[in-house]
């Protein structure tokens, strides 16, 4: 993998399937990134898309998993690739120490694997500038680029697998019930690769670890 930055480990290679419908730049953050907490340590929490199995792009291999991420030194790497306006400005508005679930993605069984934290805010993401990477965006200047990543660490993996399809019929029993999951964003706009949750939405999920597969 190219990674030009002097950084500690491999960066991710987000999937791009949100590329396809990006929207014009939004300056401000959509009122949907209010979180329900209280208290004076206020944390966000997220939900973040990459793809575990192997998918070339321009002779780049578009793969990273959860366990690529605990290979990595300090089981740290920048969350490069991001390019959809409201995914980077969700990348933007994360805070040090911001708990995220590691979801897999465009995979034969997708769902959520584990948890990691983040380890330093939002700053350039430097796959804008390399004409390789098929992240490249010549319209990105470097005095002033328009994409934005972060660096994220492993925490731990999940103590078992939540898939998609039992997200999903939570989801959808929510609705009718107001419960948890009623409106969260891996339904209501699933293209988003970078995806903020509500605290009541991250603890229920955290919750699904200790129950039976549905």
């Not at 002779?59 to 366990?67: A, R």
């Not at 030194?73 to 995914?87: H, L």
Request: aromatic residues 10%; proline residues 6%.
């Amino acid at each position: 993998m190219q990674d030009k930055k002097k950084l500690s480990g491999k960066c991710t290679k987000t999937e791009n399937s949100e590329s396809s419908s990006v929207k014009p730049e939004n300056s401000s953050l959509e009122k949907t990134t209010t979180f329900k907490n209280s208290g004076k340590n206020l944390s966000n929490y997220w939900l973040m898309k990459s793809e575990p199995e192997s998918r070339l792009e321009k002779g780049i291999d578009m793969k990273f998993s959860i366990e690529d991420l605990k290979a990595q030194p300090k089981q740290t790497a920048c969350w490069d690739g991001v390019r959809n306006y409201q995914a980077r400005n969700f990348l933007r508005a994360m805070k040090l120490e911001d708990e995220a679930f590691f979801y897999h993605s465009n995979c034969k069984q997708p769902g959520i694997v584990g948890l990691m934290k983040i380890v330093k805010e939002a700053y350039p993401d430097h796959t804008q500038f390399e004409k390789s990477n098929p992240h490249y965006d010549p319209s990105s200047k470097e005095d002033n680029p328009k994409w934005s990543m972060v660096d994220v660490q492993f925490v731990r993996m999940m103590k078992r697998f939540i898939p998609l399809g039992e997200l999903k019929t939570y989801h959808q029993a929510h609705k009718g019930t107001g419960g948890p999951l009623q409106s969260m964003a891996l339904f209501t706009r699933q293209r988003l690769s970078v995806q903020p949750l509500t605290q009541e939405e991250f603890e229920f999920i955290l919750s699904l670890e200790e129950t039976e597969p549905s």
